[in-house]
């Protein structure tokens, strides 16, 4: 089974609206981070956004907003008012097992986001 | 400036002829991963290492070794490289620690192609 499974192949916005691309993930533990990456046309990775299993607030970076809902499994993030460099895909990614040092990130497929003017 | 560099960026090779692609992070982290990108598989781990002479397969080693003499370098070697090894790769460093809130850092990919 997919440990993270993002649902949306490609999304497509307008400038200045808000968009939620969708993430859920698998995992029996019980401490747990979710992280969301940016991954523009040019190929680097851009980390966005963290949330501990353990938090019990959203997570909010500038105009990212990772909506969590731990009974239902996911994580999805919310851009606030998109804007063109938006366009790019994103991934969500899970590391399980903090405490026991173990650091690998499980990713999930990615959804192509595509801002419009 | 903190960051993970990989060399070479770009590189064309043939099938059979043994590469290294470098991987050099100056934030004295424990953990380098190396990943590789498909076009929808997303990014998959190969190898990681949780510190100096510390390494173990991720989900897809077949036909990579890597090296961790080092804390800083985590070289990914492909000793026979074939054409299904044409990919994205990324090299990725982070602390460990109780905290599982540190990001990963990446480099900015290398993209191999092997006729």
């Known amino acids: 089974a997919q440990k993270i499974t993002q649902t949306q192949p490609g999304m497509f916005v307008q400038e200045k609206e808000a968009v939620t691309l969708d993430c859920t993930y698998d995992t029996s533990d019980q401490s747990y981070g979710l992280f969301w990456y940016k991954q523009p046309s040019s190929g680097e990775m851009i980390f966005l956004i963290y949330?501990?299993?353990?938090?019990?607030q959203n997570a909010t970076e500038g105009r990212y907003s990772l909506n969590f809902q731990k009974a239902r499994k996911s994580a999805n993030l919310v851009i606030s008012a998109s804007q063109l460099g938006d366009s790019a895909m994103y991934f969500c990614a899970m590391r399980e097992g903090a405490g026991s040092g173990y650091s690998t990130l499980t990713f999930g497929k990615g959804t192509m986001l595509l801002v419009s003017p | 400036e903190a960051q993970v560099t990989q060399n070479p960026r770009y590189l064309i090779t043939v099938t059979g002829k043994k590469l290294t692609v470098t991987c050099s992070q100056n934030m004295n982290h424990e953990y380098m991963s190396w990943y590789r990108q498909d076009p929808g598989l997303g990014l998959r781990q190969i190898y990681y290492?949780?510190?100096?002479?510390?390494?173990d397969k991720g989900d897809v080693p077949e036909g990579y070794k890597v090296s961790r003499k080092e804390k800083r370098n985590f070289p990914l070697i492909l000793e026979s490289p074939s054409p299904n090894q044409t990919s994205l790769y990324f090299c990725?460093?982070?602390?460990?620690?109780?905290?599982?809130?540190?990001?990963?850092?990446f480099g900015d990919g290398t993209r191999l192609s092997i006729l």
């Open positions: 990725a460093s982070s602390g460990l620690g109780t905290a599982s809130n540190q990001p990963q850092h």
């Open positions: 290492s949780m510190n100096v002479e510390v390494t």
């Open positions: 949330q501990g299993s353990y938090d019990e």
